[in-house]
């Protein structure tokens, strides 16, 4: 989707309000899919010359447990905030790391919601905080079934020392 900012572009002070619900599609090798459309309610701002999109975002997402390599569904919120300036008002002495160059009158609006989605993804997908994972010795789902595999772990430097006893 491309947000059309014509009508702030020009005036400073400007704002414009943007509620939108956006389909958006996981790019290949990402480890989720984003199973409702991602909804976005905020504003866009000229300050200055320098368009601010600010707001909040929520989507629903289907994930593979990190633990037990089972599929579920959690529901995401974050916030987005960005700014972005034109390239011809951008002077060669200022550079700043937060503000995004853009030409034209429009920006990709899917590329913003996707960037800040995937931002704000957990280091860890868990279908649950006290997920028991599998079993490293028979790979059951230790969630559903208690195995009756003995899972001692012993640090492999020291076996050296077991051969001794």
Do not use: W
Request: hydrophobic share 30%; charged share 25%; net charge negative.
């Amino acid at each position: 989707m491309e947000l059309n900012l014509s009508p702030i572009l020009n005036y400073d002070g400007k704002k414009m309000h943007i509620c939108e619900a956006v389909s958006l599609s996981a790019l290949p090798g990402d480890r989720f899919e984003i199973i409702s459309p991602v909804n976005f309610d905020g504003y866009a701002q000229n300050i200055g010359g320098t368009i601010e999109i600010c707001g909040s975002s929520s989507a629903e997402l289907k994930l593979t447990c990190d633990r037990c390599m089972d599929e579920f569904s959690t529901h995401i919120d974050f916030s987005v905030n960005e700014k972005y300036r034109k390239h011809d008002d951008i002077s060669d002495t200022e550079e700043n790391p937060d503000i995004t160059p853009f030409s034209g009158t429009s920006l990709n609006f899917d590329e913003i919601l996707y960037s800040n989605l995937y931002m704000n993804l957990p280091s860890k997908f868990l279908c649950k905080d006290d997920c028991k994972g599998l079993c490293p010795v028979c790979g059951q789902n230790l969630n559903i079934k208690e195995c009756d595999c003995t899972t001692e772990t012993t640090d492999p430097r020291f076996d050296i020392l077991d051969k001794l006893l």
